[in-house]
């Protein structure tokens, strides 16, 4: 099974998913590692991605999910997942892929990057990741207001893990 961790940078993928993986005992994945270096220099310098800079990167994750399908792997990915249009591309098995949405309001998300240090991503970009965001529908949504224990046993609940 993987549980797809995913909503704007800053709403707590990284956090969240490692911290859910280790609490299950299962492997943890950051989609982060699957960008081309280009990308995340666009970032780094505040350029949004686009469309087309995503395609190598949802087509990477894609072949990735593949594999732990395929090798049965209990897996926590933290990726955006911005779009639907990506979700499709990554959602391969809608009984074995499940989609977790860490919801939050801007303000809130906002702050939570002005305190995170040593990530190539800053607030800068927060506007464009909620302009690109398309939130999901069917999917575990979890207030990230919480405390990180809170959200991962909210999490585990709502999937009966
Ligand atoms: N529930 C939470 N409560 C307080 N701080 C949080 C919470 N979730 C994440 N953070 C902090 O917010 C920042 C962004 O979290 P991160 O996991 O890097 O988000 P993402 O991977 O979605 O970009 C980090 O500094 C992290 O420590
Ligand atoms: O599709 C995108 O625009 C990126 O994947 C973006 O959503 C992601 O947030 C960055 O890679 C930064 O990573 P964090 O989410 O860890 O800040």
Redesign the pocket.
Known sequence: MIILVM?????G??SIGQLLADSLQWEFS???AF?SPE??EK?RYGI??NDLD?VP?LLALQQAIQQWLQENKNMVL???A?KAS?REVLVLDEERVILVYLKGSFELIQKR?QMRHG???GEK?LK??FD?LEEPSGAVTVDISEPLEVIVQNIRVSLGI
Do not use: E, T
């Open positions: 909503g704007v940078s800053g709403s993928k990284s950051d989609a982060d960008h990308n995340i970032m949004p991605l995503r990167w933290a990726c955006s911005l990506y990057l990530h190539f991503m970009l464009s990741q690109a």
